[in-house]
């Protein structure tokens, strides 16, 4: 039961892409809408099918008004500090790619689903997602499959 309402609050979070202040083509690829809330469940449904030992790949999408940068930043510092002191991350990173303004690219990696989940589940993420809630900061969720290198660089292309 915990598990479908990690999932119903992932898909929800995931889907609740604020478009405040950001164009709508920037949110988009194509005519699909970023994240996919398929994707998730999909995603969800298959590591459900493998166990839950599968690894988890996230790639993550904020829009980010200089106004609320600070904000953003020290939420993102404490989400990372905590975040990098489990047991099963293996990597979570946050970029700023010069080119936007307001863009920021984040990725992490967790050896499993279950550990994803965990980490999805807990207090400091939930203060992070209130952060970008009351900041109005839009964010993008994308759950990747085996990302190669080629992905990750198109993630930044796409994303």
Known sequence: MRACLALVALVACASAVSA????SESLT???SWMPNAGNIQRWYQEAGKKGDDEPA???FRYFVEPDNRKDFIDAWLKLEKETTKEEDVIIFDLKKPVSDNVEFIGYGEWKSFKAYL???ESDYVQKFLDVLA????PYNLEPLVRPDVSE????LYLL
């Open 20 to 23: 405040a202040r950001v164009h």
């Open 29 to 31: 690829i194509g005519n």
């Open 57 to 59: 790949y996230v790639a």
């Open 118 to 120: 965990q980490h999805y």
């Open 134 to 137: 009351e900041n109005d900061i």
């Open 152 to 155: 990750l660089v198109s993630l």
